[in-house]
């Protein structure tokens, strides 16, 4: 049978995954910057390899603060106040994102739909902070009632 423990279980893995992933893709990103876009300049390259390693920075982050997020879950810890400071620079990492993928478009406009769509959950994180942050003001209030 699936239980709570099970998913965030899955959810860990899932996480530890993808930054395997971006580790690979950050040290196979020149080789296949070579394979994948032939018309490319050195110029060109050397533009997407920096926003692949800068990108790199506010990605990784965000995936240890989202693993230390779904720890916590795990140990019943939901309603704290470092899990709405984890959301919060975890929205915070996805506007990074956002924006370096727009300054990005300067060069290949596909780069701004990436941005639209780091922004936009940026924004639904930071939402789902605040919802955490009421809770977590209803439960202070719970606790200090008699």
């Known amino acids: 049978m699936w239980t709570d423990s099970k998913s965030i279980a899955l959810s860990k893995f899932c996480v530890v995954s993808i930054m395997a992933m971006l580790v690979m893709c950050a040290a196979i990103a020149p080789w296949a910057l070579n394979g994948l876009f032939l018309h490319l300049t050195e110029t060109g390259k050397a533009l997407f390899l920096a926003t692949i390693y800068t ?16 720890r916590r879950i795990g140990q019943g810890r939901v309603f704290v106040n470092e899990n709405r400071n984890c959301l919060r620079h975890i929205s915070w990492c996805c506007f990074a994102g956002a924006a370096i993928c727009f300054l990005s478009s300067l060069y290949w406009l596909p780069w701004f739909a990436i941005g639209v769509a780091a922004g936009f959950m940026g924004l639904i994180v930071r939402v789902v902070k605040n919802v955490i942050a009421k809770a977590i003001s209803l439960q202070d209030d719970a606790d200090h009632t008699i």
């Open 55 to 70: 990108g790199s920075v506010p990605a990784a982050a965000l995936l240890a603060l989202l693993f230390l997020f779904l």
